[in-house]
């Protein structure tokens, strides 16, 4: 059986996340996803998630084509996170292009293009202004 593993921190779930996560899980038998952790968050876009990373857990975990989810606490342990759960592949949103070909000696890695015109901050922005 093929292991899709994904990252990301799903915070707002929209139906960019959504449509992501189906596809990933087309391309194998099991999905894996990693979610980052809220420190993680901080240190990367200095920003604190909306959601806690137990409710950004919990969503993602109740998603009928996920199968199980793991805390990603750190950008540097990824080859280990690959390695661990088993993955025969390693999926990422186009924004991430190239960023982890490194991995390619683990496990196949493919980019899925993003959904447009949808995003987390683009959320955000709208609710502030209305
Ligand atoms: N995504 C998408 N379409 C959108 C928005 C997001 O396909 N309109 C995808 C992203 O490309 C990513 C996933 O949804 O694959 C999760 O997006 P984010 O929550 O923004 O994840 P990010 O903060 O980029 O975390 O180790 C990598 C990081 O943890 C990735």
Redesign the pocket.
């Known amino acids: 059986s093929r292991t899709v593993v994904?990252?990301?921190?799903?915070?707002v779930f929209h139906v960019?996340?959504l449509?992501?996560l189906e596809r990933a899980a087309e391309l194998g038998d099991r999905l894996v996803v990693?979610v980052?952790a809220d420190a993680?968050n901080e240190r990367?876009?200095g920003r604190v998630p909306v959601f806690s990373q137990r409710e950004r857990l919990a969503i993602v975990a109740a998603l009928r084509v996920v199968d199980e989810v793991f805390v990603?606490e750190s950008?540097e342990a990824?080859r280990d996170y690959l390695v661990e759960h088993g993955a025969d592949v390693l999926v990422?949103?186009?924004?991430?292009a190239g960023k982890f070909d490194e991995f390619s000696d683990v496990c196949e890695v493919v980019y899925?293009t993003?959904?447009?015109a949808?995003?987390?901050t683009a959320i955000i922005e709208h609710i502030a202004e209305m």
């Open positions: 994904t990252f990301g921190t799903f915070d960019g996340h449509r992501v990693g980052s993680l990367k876009k990603e950008l990824k990422m949103g186009d924004d991430w899925l993003r959904t447009p949808i995003s987390t």
